[in-house]
C-alpha cells in the first residue's frame, strides 16, 4: 500500500503518509499544521496501539505557522506517548543558516535559539540526522540528495537551496516570532483582488482567459525555503512542494527530466494554490492528473480561481483531477458536478474531520511528455 492523507489543517498542510503492509505500515509526517491541527493529530497517533506509533521521518517544511503550529502542539507540548517514536525530524533551523558547510556542531547551539521546536529537536538528538545535523538543502551543481527509508521508500530532496537559506536568514526571527504567534503575514499585493469560488468561470473561453492571466511570484522568503521532497514507491512518484516558488520548483523538476515533462502520480500544489506559486510552465513541466490541494480558505482565501484555472487548462493529462482535503466556501463551487461537466475536471473533497486519503496503487513504469 502507499498513501497520502491531508488532515483539515485549517489554512495550512498536514500530510500523514503510509506505505508498506497495511496491517502495521511504515509512516512518514510533512507538516502538521496549526495548532489545532495538532491537537487533533496527537488524539490519533494516541489512538494507535503503542507499537504502531513509529514514524520514519517528520518533516517541517518552513516556519509558517499552518505549517510548523501543529509540530508544537503534537509533540513538543506533550508528554511523549507510549512507544513514540521519530526517527528523524527535518527542519531547517536558524543555526542552519549560520553554517557555511554541511556540518553542524550541536554542542554549540547557542542561546539565540529561543523557540521551544530548536529545543525539542535538540534534546531529542534526532534532528536532520541524514544531513549529518546540517541543513536541509538540495545543491545546486550536484545530483539531489536521495535516502531511502524503512520498508523501500525512496525521498529525494529537491529543494530548498543553499541560496534560498541565505536570503531566509535576515527574516528568520521576525517570521518565527510571526509563526509562533500564529499571526498571519500579509499576503502579497499585486492588485488584483482574490475573487473565491463564487466567481469560477462557467465556459472554457472563461476558463482560458482565467488561466492566461499576468502571473506574479511569490516574495515570501519563507516560503521559498520550503522543504521540497520527491517519495517514490512502489512504481508511484509524489511531489510535496510546501509552499516553495514555482520557479524554483520548475527548475528543480526540468533538472531532474530535461528532456521532456516529468510524470507524477500526484503534485501537492504549492502554497494552498495561491495565484503567486502557479505559473502555466510549472503545470507544463509536469504529466500529472493528480493536483493535492490543502486549505479551508481562511485567512488568505485559497485556492485562487487563477491557480486553479491554471492547473484545469494546462494540466497535460486531460482532464485534470482536484482533490481538495476538505470542502470550503472558497472551493465549493469548484466542486460543482455542472461546473466539471462544462470545463471537462474531476474534483474530489475530504471530510471535515478526517480529510481526504489519497490511495497510490502499484504502477508499473514511467512514461516522459
Not at 1 to 17: N, T
Not at 282 to 288: E, M, P
Not at 355 to 363: I, T, Y
Request: aromatic share 8%; glycine share 6%; with cysteine.
Amino acid at each position: 500500500m502507499f498513501e497520502i492523507r491531508m488532515l483539515p489543517a485549517s489554512e495550512g498542510d498536514a500530510l500523514w503518509i503510509v506505505w508498506g503492509d497495511e496491517k502495521k505500515p511504515y509512516q512518514m509526517l510533512v507538516d502538521m499544521g496549526t495548532i489545532q491541527t495538532g491537537n487533533l493529530l496527537y488524539k490519533e497517533i494516541k489512538a494507535l496501539k503503542p507499537e504502531n506509533r513509529n514514524f520514519e521521518l517528520a518533516v517541517v517544511t518552513h516556519i509558517d505557522s499552518d505549517h510548523i503550529g501543529g509540530m508544537l502542539s503534537c509533540f513538543v507540548r506533550r508528554p511523549p506517548l507510549a512507544g513514540l517514536e521519530i526517527k528523524d525530524v527535518w527542519f531547517n533551523g536558524f543555526d542552519h543558516l549560520e553554517l557555511t558547510t554541511q556540518v553542524l556542531d550541536t554542542e554549540s547551539l547557542g542561546a539565540n535559539q529561543g523557540d521551544e521546536l530548536t529545543q525539542w529537536l535538540r534534546d531529542s538528538g534526532h534532528w536532520n540526522v541524514a544531513f549529518k545535523k546540517g541543513a536541509v538543502v538540495a545543491p545546486k551543481c550536484s545530483p539531489f540528495p536521495i535516502f531511502e527509508l524503512s520498508g523501500g521508500m525512496k525521498v529525494t530532496v529537491l529543494g530548498p537551496s543553499r541560496e534560498r537559506l541565505d536570503q531566509l536568514k535576515p527574516e528568520w526571527k521576525k517570521q518565527l516570532a510571526r509563526a509562533l504567534l500564529r499571526t498571519r503575514p500579509a499576503a502579497p499585493d499585486d492588485g488584483v483582488e482574490a475573487m473565491g469560488s463564487h466567481n469560477a468561470p462557467r465556459t472554457r473561453h472563461r476558463l482560458r482567459d482565467l488561466a492566461n492571466m499576468p502571473e506574479r511570484p511569490d516574495p515570501s522568503i519563507p516560503n521559498a525555503s520550503s522543504i521540497v521532497l520527491m517519495l517514490e514507491y512502489s512504481g508511484r512518484r509524489v511531489i510535496l512542494t510546501g509552499d516553495a516558488w514555482a520557479d524554483d520548483l520548475e527548475r528543480a523538476i526540468r533538472k531532474l527530466s530535461p528532456e521532456g515533462c516529468l510524470e507524477v502520480d500526484a503534485f501537492k500544489v504549492p502554497h494552498h494554490a495561491s495565484r503567486f506559486n502557479i505559473t502555466e510552465s510549472l503545470i507544463k513541466s509536469l504529466r500529472c492528473k493528480t493536483w493535492l490541494i490543502s486549505t479551508n480558505g481562511s485567512g488568505h482565501h485559497h485556492p485562487d480561481d487563477q491557480a486553479i484555472a491554471k492547473i484545469i487548462y494546462h494540466s497535460s493529462i486531460q482532464p485534470a483531477e482536484l482533490n481538495f482535503n476538505v470542502r470550503s466556501p472558497w472551493n465549493e463551487d469548484w466542486l460543482s458536478t455542472d461546473r466539471q461537466q462544462s470545463l471537462n475536471y474531476i474534483a474530489k473533497h475530504g471530510d471535515k474531520a478526517l480529510g481526504l486519503s489519497l490511495p497510490l496503487p502499484a504502477n508499473v513504469s514511467f512514461k516522459l511528455c
